[in-house]
């Protein structure tokens, strides 16, 4: 097959990741150009791959559409403000174009729906960035699960207690709103509420939140907890946090379950930190002694992530986030909102409910 090309609207601050998953599956993929509406950003990207590469056949683009029209383009990545998300992604899927889009997919019920609806509608792929999914610990604890090692599973719990400061809000202004963000549930969170979610069995019978906007001067809450009941019974725990003094302190995943117990944490879900099993369920030597926490809070899942991406590509398969699957966290944290809005405890499904219904705080 020959290479699959691709091109990535949004160059700000995560975009990196997407050069970066491009050129570490280089043997399969390339990127044929890049856009932003600020052409230095996009610059950037350019710029940053073809150091890489040694290939220097970028376009640089600020309309995403006249790229769609002038270049012959397989695969899009979005990493533009979660607001825009709906939009671009599903003009490019009317293109007939795969999409790879970064988390929250949408910031409302219809919004995911419409997407998951354009990917079907044009038989083309539609993958969210949730690369945490791929951290080898996370990676072993599913196995751990699909293997019915827990047993019964009792509950789950995601902390994300992190530190993002007013410098972090006011370098991009659209962070915090309701109209292009939602809080950090629906920002940072989200990652480890997927996690929480795909462990614990993903079908929710109720939400129901607390949050606040306790330090930060932005409209979504910078304080959250909710606690989630399965379907199977089980009960999830999300505690999540944008005010940690002095900075990041912590994302740790934990699973409960009658016949194991399993703590996977670091800075961001990395590092196992306890693995008991009833049945002496060990994991190999060399996998301890070799985990260490990336560089980075994003980690590198971006890289398997993209090759999930081009394999489902080639070989005509659901990748494993699918548009079905972005929908799920972001589902979650909707219901958070909900219930905060309503101070009642919320029945799922969730029909339709968007973070612009959050403007309604203010009315009270
Ligand atoms: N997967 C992760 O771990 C992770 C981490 C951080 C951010 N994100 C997500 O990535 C997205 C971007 O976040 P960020 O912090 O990089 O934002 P950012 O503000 O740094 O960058 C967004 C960029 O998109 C550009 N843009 C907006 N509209 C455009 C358009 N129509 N055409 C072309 N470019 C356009 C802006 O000019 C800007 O450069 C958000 O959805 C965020 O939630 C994901």
């Known amino acids: 097959m020959n290479k699959l090309r691709f091109a990535t609207i949004g160059c700000g601050r995560i975009s990196y990741k997407h050069v970066e998953a491009i050129v570490n599956n280089k043997e399969e993929a390339e990127l044929v150009a890049v856009c932003d509406l600020i052409y230095e950003n996009a610059n950037r990207n350019k710029v940053a791959y073809e150091k890489e590469t040694k290939n220097s056949n970028v376009n640089i683009y600020t309309d995403y559409k006249e790229m769609i029209e002038k270049e012959d383009i397989d695969v899009i990545t979005i990493a533009t403000e979660s607001g825009y998300h709906p939009e671009i992604a599903i003009y490019c899927m009317n293109k007939g174009l795969n999409v790879i889009c970064e988390k929250p997919m949408a910031l409302s019920m219809e919004d995911a729906d419409n997407m998951i609806n354009a990917s079907r509608k044009n038989n083309v792929c539609l993958s969210i960035c949730h ?3 791929f951290n080898p610990p996370i ?18 719990t995601a902390r994300i207690l992190w530190n993002r400061n007013m410098g972090y809000y006011k370098q991009a202004p ?14 940072q969170c989200i990652h480890n509420i997927d996690l929480l979610q795909w462990m614990m069995g993903g079908e929710i019978d109720t939400v129901y939140s607390q949050c606040d906007t ?11 907890a909710i606690v989630i009941r399965f379907k199977n019974g089980a009960i999830g725990v999300v505690e999540g946090s944008a005010c940690v003094y002095p900075k990041n302190l912590e994302e740790t995943l934990s699973i409960f ?3 194991g117990t ?32 990336p560089d980075t809070v994003y980690g590198h899942g971006h890289i398997p992530l993209f090759k999930d991406v081009i394999d489902a590509i080639k070989y005509n398969r659901e990748p494993l986030i ?3 699957e ?3 966290a972001m589902s979650i944290v909707l219901g958070a909102y909900k219930s905060r809005l309503t101070g009642l405890p919320v029945k799922f499904p969730l029909d339709k409910f968007s973070t612009m219904d959050m403007v309604k705080l203010k009315e009270r």
């Not at 659209?174 to 920002?187: E, F, P, S, V, Y």
């Not at 306790?214 to 304080?223: A, K």
């Open 326 to 328: 972005g929908k799920k």
């Open 322 to 324: 699918n548009g079905e």
């Open 257 to 259: 379950g009658s016949c």
């Open 131 to 133: 690369q945490n999914r």
């Open 139 to 156: 990676q072993k604890l599913r196995a751990a699960l699909d293997e019915g090692k827990f047993g019964k599973l009792v509950n789950g």
């Open 174 to 187: 659209w962070r915090g709103t309701w109209k292009l963000d939602g809080g950090t549930l629906m920002n």
């Open 214 to 224: 306790f330090l930060r001067d932005i409209e979504g809450e910078d304080f959250g």
């Open 262 to 293: 399993v703590c996977i944490g670091g800075l961001a879900v990395n590092r196992i930190e306890t693995w008991e099993f009833e049945d002496g369920y060990k994991l190999d030597e060399e996998f301890i002694k070799n985990q260490n926490d």
